[in-house]
């Protein structure tokens, strides 16, 4: 079983920014792909970034490339999302997800609570 605890979320006006934090509970981290998704309301979760197990491959959804950066530090077990001239449409609730070697097909996987992103004026 792995916990993981995201903070970092909050109100922030349109072209501001916000970093969204995970801490995972797992002495074996790095076996995890880790991956941030996004749920509005009315909508389906949708993945936002997703990093490799060793961080050397990352992939965005269209919607936030050129202003969201993922990355991870395998020696403090965390992951972070770097939120960067945010829009309106990103607000949603904001969960990590670590799955066992890879995100795609993943034998089994972990979620966090969610954290609530509000970008408004």
């Known amino acids: 079983q792995v916990q993981l605890v995201e903070s970092g979320g909050g109100l922030v006006q349109p072209g501001g920014s916000l970093r969204l934090s995970c801490a995972a509970s797992?002495?074996?981290?790095?076996?995890?792909?880790m991956g941030w998704y996004r749920q509005a309301p009315g909508k389906q979760r949708e993945l936002v970034a997703g990093?490799?197990?060793?961080?050397?491959?990352?992939n965005y959804a269209d919607s936030v490339k050129g202003r969201f950066t993922i990355s991870r530090d395998n020696a403090k077990n965390t992951v972070t999302l770097q939120m960067d001239n945010l829009k309106p449409e990103d607000t949603a609730v904001y969960y990590c997800?670590?799955?066992?070697?890879?995100?795609?097909?993943?034998?089994?996987?972990?979620w966090g609570q969610g954290t609530q992103v509000n970008v408004s004026s």
């Open positions: 997800r670590a799955a066992f070697l890879t995100l795609v097909d993943a034998r089994f996987d972990f």
């Open positions: 797992t002495s074996i981290f790095i076996t995890y792909a």
């Open positions: 990093i490799s197990r060793d961080g050397g491959n990352t």
